[in-house]
């Protein structure tokens, strides 16, 4: 077990500590806080097995009497899922976590980011460590990845993400669960790795490994780089709208017919609002 930091107590939470923006972050993504009678309650992080040692590190942290405890159980996708449990029953902690931002019972889709100063880096490395991935895909492609309900957090990770790799993304739940299934992919998802899993950092073991490993990819010669995103602005909308062909818009706009296709389809029908006239 790590030995806890004597002087944790004065600093619990923090959040301009990198070690406890990390732990915030996963503690959001990852953690559930119960309630129970006369102000009792318990906040739980239940993990797989070989990751323990990050709530040995949760321990270290937290100047509070708290347990580390493991159990092996059948689940619906493995007969015996060895998991570890880390346990927090203090008041005091619980509420200095729940001002900060955890809320109790369910709360995948209402956590957001800190709204006092914290370690934007560290932050987000912890809520990637718990609900998200990093890795290579089955094509060989290095990856980061995040799965959120949490509207927020989703919006927050393409902003940070964006002035990290330049790379853009538009958050939208997919329609099967409702969730946002976030993905950087080649060069932005090495670059946002290589950012978040610096060395000596608080992250899980194996995915500050995957995070290196990302490093190793090089682009192969024929494989073509996607230009950047073209926004599309109010201007745009309205010449779009005044064209009276598909193909002289995509001319005079220096995009494909089938992009002004798209576009016209969303405006006409309500999914974009429309442009404001000129002057207003």
């Known amino acids: 077990m790590a030995e806890q930091d004597p002087s944790a107590r004065v ?10 923006a990390y ?3 996963f503690l959001q993504a990852d953690g559930h806080m119960a309630a129970g009678t006369r102000l009792k309650g318990t906040l739980t992080v ?16 937290t100047p509070y009497n708290t347990s580390v405890t493991e159990r092996t159980r059948s689940t619906n996708f493995s007969e015996s899922h060895h998991s570890a449990t880390w346990t927090l029953c203090a008041l005091e902690a619980r509420t200095t976590l729940n001002q900060l931002g955890l809320p109790y019972g369910k ?17 987000v490395r912890g809520v990637i ?6 890795g290579f895909t089955g094509q060989g492609l290095p990856f980061v990845s995040l799965t959120t309900s949490s509207t927020a957090v989703g919006a927050y990770l393409c902003h940070y993400a964006k002035k990290i790799t330049g790379a853009e993304r538009r958050i939208k739940r997919n329609t099967r669960d409702g969730v946002y299934n976030i993905l950087y992919t080649k060069e932005a998802a090495i670059q946002l790795a290589e950012h ?17 490993s990302l490093a190793s990819w090089v682009r192969p010669a024929g494989m073509k780089v996607r230009p950047p995103r073209k926004p599309w602005t109010a201007e745009a909308d309205r010449i779009l709208l005044a064209a009276p062909t598909l193909a002289q818009a995509a001319a005079e706009l220096g995009r494909s017919q089938s992009s002004c296709q798209v576009r ?3 405006l006409v029908n309500g999914i974009e609002p429309s442009p404001p006239p000129h002057g207003l």
Request: with cysteine; proline share 6%; charged share 35%.
């Open 264 to 266: 016209r389809w969303r």
């Open 11 to 20: 600093r619990f939470m923090d959040l301009e500590d990198p070690r406890y």
């Open 23 to 25: 732990m915030f972050g």
């Open 107 to 123: 709360k995948s889709k209402k956590i957001t980011p800190p709204r006092v100063s914290f370690s934007r880096r560290d932050y």
């Open 46 to 61: 239940e993990i797989n097995a070989r990751d323990i040692q990050i709530l040995r590190e949760f321990q270290a942290l």
């Open 129 to 134: 460590d718990a609900d998200g991935s990093v």
């Open 196 to 212: 978040l899993y610096f060395p000596g950092c608080l992250a899980l073991e194996r995915k500050r490994s995957a995070a290196a």
